[in-house]
């Protein structure tokens, strides 16, 4: 992480003086940002950079769902299995995600490419069902229009 | 048929969410105002006379939260806006953030001023990405603008603000958690008293209001909160932004004066259950508040006193439809996997009672259920309410309570043939509705 450094230091300046400790998550999200997850060596250095306690960050990557320790495969499918989701066909994509990719939720094809995950409510219940690619809310899902989203994804 | 309009009230376009926008829609008027010729108890005086409650699902009085703030005190303040939008159901704050930033941020300012706060959050949950890029945007053109920063519009009054993006919990909506998120830590709930606004962030005095609540305030303060009084009914004053998902012709973002007929609005500005079905029952407001069934809502107005009355509650604002033909087995079954998912682990009741209620429903709709299951149920429900540091684990009881005393039959049904009496459907509509 040391090289997002600079970036880090910036980020301060709008933060009360008090506050370093608040830093925490926002640095943990561009830590993985730029390598994809967090790794052991980034706890260490993310420790002494901010001097809080190494327990603080090890259980803000355990509390926090959308922090990882591991690699995940290049295109990230998120999709909802709450409540309007689920009466609006979130059941038969989940399935068909499955299917299609050959995997259960929470794993990573064997081609490092695809991960599919299913998450609680992602605040887009309008247009249900609703599957994040990476960082892009996909809505009003289906089977068809994933398959054509997933086609046209660069090799 | 909604009522007068005080947040929705511009017509959406590519470039309405800009500065220049907004400015000629008289954006940032009311913070010069502000600065100019009020003091900072005024404003607050504003806020309490609107008599505005809390529009993320406590409704709390706005005023009553600011006035425990002392001005000289000799500390720092700060302000957070709730934007850590995750009640399921719920997806109002999200149409403000992404359309009307700048009226959030000018409210925002007002707000800071008259808690002589320096330092003002967004928190806004982490899976929220165009909303965020919409707001950090708008925070971007405001402090080249010149409304935050030191000496903003003139005055010597001075403001930064920072977006703090959540990164996955739900339970980091409740304020204190968020406070602890903010901090950096887990979101952890903290025990009250001290009140947050005695001891907050950074154990400093802190506000923390909904989006929705605090974008309120610059029409709240540019008319005067006995003005903004007359709209709504007298103890719900003001709007409602709606928002209304499932089996609904029309779902979306709407805003609701209070006091708005409840059957007509899903009926006719909704358009009714999806596929010209009939209306079961509704979620209001979020997942956590009790479902109320179509004979229930005949005679309901859209506000706290009505919706109380019924049962049930304003909540979130997020109202679920619920079709006839769906199987409120499961329908449970999908709360309690969510509640159990995201509980936070601190408190021992919603900690082990999410699990149990989980694993229950889990055998029910197995085909494994047990007489007793249901009695269980509500046992848990009961004896988590009240128990914990935050309102989750009572919520998920209400929840459970609210489905249990309705549709009882359902879950007996279910134990004693062990299949569903709606074939365990969820979809209305779609070539595979009845799949499951």
Redesign the interface.
């Known amino acids: 992480m040391k090289h997002l450094v600079p970036e880090f230091d910036s980020m301060r300046r709008r933060y009360p003086a008090e506050a370093t400790s608040s830093l925490v998550l926002p640095c943990l999200r561009r830590i993985q940002e730029d390598r994809g997850y967090v790794a052991d060596e980034d706890i260490a250095e993310l420790t002494a950079y901010l001097g809080v306690p190494r327990i603080q960050i090890e259980e803000v990557l355990a509390h926090y769902t959308q922090f990882r320790r591991k690699p995940i495969g290049l295109w990230h499918l998120q999709a909802c299995r709450n409540l309007s989701c689920s009466m609006r066909g979130a059941e038969r994509v989940i399935d068909h995600l499955c299917h299609k990719l050959g995997v259960q939720p929470g794993q990573t094809t064997a081609d490092g490419r695809y991960t599919l995950s299913t998450v609680e409510c992602l605040g887009s219940c309008g247009t249900a069902p609703v599957v994040m690619l990476n960082d892009a809310y996909l809505e009003n899902m289906d089977a068809t229009k994933l398959d054509a989203l997933i086609a046209g994804l660069p090799t | 048929m909604t009522g007068r309009k005080v947040i929705m009230n511009f017509p959406v376009t590519a470039t309405s969410h800009s500065l220049a926008d907004y400015r000629a829609r008289g954006g940032y008027q009311t913070l010069a105002k502000v600065l100019r010729e009020m003091r900072p108890e005024q404003v607050t005086k504003e806020v309490v006379a609107s008599g505005i409650l809390g529009h993320g699902g406590a409704a709390f009085p706005a005023g009553r939260k600011w006035g425990v703030i002392k001005l000289n005190d000799e500390q ?1 303040h ?1 302000l957070c806006a709730n934007a850590d ?7 109002k704050d ?1 149409w403000i953030l992404e359309n009307a930033p700048h009226l959030l941020l000018e409210s925002m300012l007002i707000s800071a001023y008259a808690l002589q706060v ?2 003002a959050f967004v928190y806004i ?6 909303p965020y890029r919409r707001l950090a945007a708008a925070v971007e053109e405001a402090y080249d603008g010149g409304y935050f920063g030191k000496a903003l519009v003139g005055s010597d009054f001075a403001c ?3 977006i ?7 339970v980091c909506g409740e304020a204190s958690a968020l406070i602890t ?7 952890y709930p903290r025990n009250r008293p001290p009140r947050l606004t005695v001891r907050g962030l ?1 154990q400093r005095p802190t506000v923390i209001n909904n989006v929705e609540t605090l974008a309120n305030v610059t029409a709240i303060v540019a008319q005067g909160g006995q003005a903004f009084r007359q709209i709504g009914t007298a103890k719900s004053p003001g709007t409602q932004l709606v ?5 609904v012709q029309r ?3 709407y805003e609701l004066e209070y006091g708005t007929p409840l059957a007509a609005f899903i009926e006719e500005d909704c358009g009714g259950v999806l596929g010209g079905g009939q209306l079961k029952c509704i ?1 209001p407001g979020g ?1 956590s508040t009790k479902v109320l069934t179509a004979a229930e809502i005949t005679t309901v107005t859209y506000d706290h006193a009505s919706l109380t009355a019924a049962g049930s509650g304003v909540g979130s604002g ?1 109202m ?1 439809v ?1 079709a006839e033909g ?1 199987c409120m087995v499961r ?1 449970l079954q ?2 309690l ?2 509640y159990h ?2 509980s ?1 682990g601190q408190c021992t009741p919603c900690r082990e009672g999410m699990g149990w209620m989980h694993r229950i429903i889990d055998r029910i709709v197995a085909g494994q259920g047990r007489p007793e299951d249901i009695e269980q149920l509500a046992r848990i429900s009961r004896a988590n309410d009240g128990t914990t540091i935050c309102g989750m684990g009572d919520a998920a009881g209400y929840a459970t309570l609210g489905i249990l005393a309705k549709y009882r039959d359902e879950f007996e049904y279910f134990i004693q043939h062990r299949r569903s009496k709606f074939d365990g459907r ?3 509509e ?1 070539p ?1 509705a009845a ?2």
């Open positions: 720092p700060y939008e995750g009640e399921p159901g719920t997806f999200r320096h330092h949950r982490g899976e929220f990405d165009l930064d603000i920072v703090y993006r959540g990164a996955g919990s739900y998120s903010i901090e950096g830590k887990k979101g950074y928002s209304i998902s499932g089996h779902p979306g973002v979620v997942i997020g679920v619920i769906t329908l999908i709360l996997r969510f998912h995201e936070c969820l979809e209305v779609g595979e799949h499951a």
